[in-house]
T-cell receptor, first 116, second 112 residues
């Protein structure tokens, strides 16, 4: 069974600085998707970034980028030029490509605080 | 439009009440999900509907009863809940070329 581990329960960053959130996962599959979701106090889970395992190139979305290390089973999220609106709970998630009705397996989450 | 709409936003109910949560999406997605999320925890999958048929039930107690009347609508009927069922209930749907799961803002449920 696949597992996702986020080892940092809480992180903090100064506004305009850069922060990296860690995520590791365990799987025996070769093809899968990885995601970072953001959940602000408004509660809605918002997709931040998506990575397909067969793509070597790291995904980027504006200020958000990932460092995907397939062999190490690591998928960290880098937030550049942090903004107050980035404060939220961040969940790393894994999704298998084989069956399972696109079930997401979430990590425990990292709460990010952004200080002015 | 990538919106999943959940109503109500908040719900307080007694242990003998019957209530329903509603989830709607108009993105043409064919799979819809119910999750339960306790404070400071990740969402836990409860049910998956695929093409309006129940495909996954993650051993959820029968006091939670899902229903998918059509491809755009998903309900969760609640009956005889326990205080430990108090949580945020999230709905999601999946579709599109990138097969992304989109979430609603959730219903905050309190069982007294």
């Amino acid at each position: 069974a696949q597992t996702v581990t986020q080892s940092q329960p809480e992180m903090s960053v100064q506004e305009a600085e850069t922060v990296t959130l860690s995520c590791t996962y365990d799987t025996s599959e070769s093809d899968y998707y990885l995601f970072w979701y953001k959940q602000p106090p408004s509660r809605q889970m918002i997709l931040v970034i998506r990575q397909e395992a067969y793509k070597q190139q790291n995904a980027t979305e504006n200020r958000f980028s990932v460092n995907f290390q397939k062999a190490a089973k690591s998928f960290s999220l880098k937030i550049s030029d942090s903004q107050l609106g980035d404060a939220a709970m961040y969940f790393c998630a894994y999704r298998s490509l084989s069956g399972g009705y696109n079930k997401l397996i979430f990590g425990a989450g990292t709460r990010l605080a952004v200080h002015p | 439009d990538t919106e999943v709409t959940q109503t109500p936003k908040h719900l307080v109910m007694g242990m003998t009440n019957k209530k329903s949560l509603k989830c709607e999406q108009h993105m043409g997605h064919r799979a819809m999900y119910w999750y339960k999320q306790k404070a400071k925890k990740p969402p836990e999958l409860m049910f998956v509907y695929s093409y309006e048929k129940l495909s996954i039930n993650e051993s959820v107690p029968s006091r939670f009863s899902p229903e998918c009347p059509n491809s755009s609508l998903l309900n969760l009927h609640l009956h005889a809940l326990q205080p430990e069922d108090s949580a945020l209930y999230l709905c999601a749907s999946i579709g599109g070329a990138k097969n992304i799961q989109y979430f609603g803002a959730g219903t905050r449920l309190s069982v007294l």
